[in-house]
């Protein structure tokens, strides 16, 4: 992806609220209103957002100070989202292998969320370091139409 002249990266700390979440995704989509992307891309990031960023909120463990860590870069050609937080030190650094799609029952009420985040994305992936999670999803946008 290309870079911006200015920091095209957003950080928010998401307190461990899934309402942090809503109000995150808001800022993002204006963002990406802002940027002029269009309303596929724009849901499609949104999409991608809600579900890493529910599922650190809802499963995973806060940083030493109560919060998750939420980014957006945007950039002319696509988003990358990441977010991170703490390991839960019960699971430890086999955190990682709890990071897979999984094909849910068609009657499950859940679990279908990082089958979604890979269908939607060029690429995701989980990176484990000195006790935090990352998890980072990139996501190509159609060009921007030129005036």
């Not at 808001?26 to 579900?51: N, Q, T, Y």
């Amino acid at each position: 992806m290309t870079g911006l002249e200015q920091d095209p990266c957003t950080r928010v700390h998401l307190w461990h609220d899934l309402g942090a979440v809503a109000d995150a995704r808001r800022a993002l989509v204006h963002d990406l209103e802002d940027a002029g992307r269009d309303r596929r891309s724009i849901e499609d990031a949104v999409l991608v957002f809600s579900e890493l960023a529910a599922n650190a909120v809802e499963h995973g463990s806060p940083h030493g100070c109560g919060h998750v860590e939420a980014t957006w870069c945007l950039y002319p050609d696509g988003a990358r989202i990441t977010v991170a937080g703490d390991v839960d030190p019960v699971v430890g650094e086999k955190v990682q292998d709890q990071f897979q799609p999984v094909v849910a029952d068609q009657y499950a009420p859940r679990g279908r969320g990082l089958a979604i985040v890979d269908h939607v994305c060029d690429r995701w992936g989980v990176d484990v370091d000195d006790g935090t999670v990352r998890v980072t999803a990139q996501l190509a946008f159609d060009p921007l139409a030129e005036d």
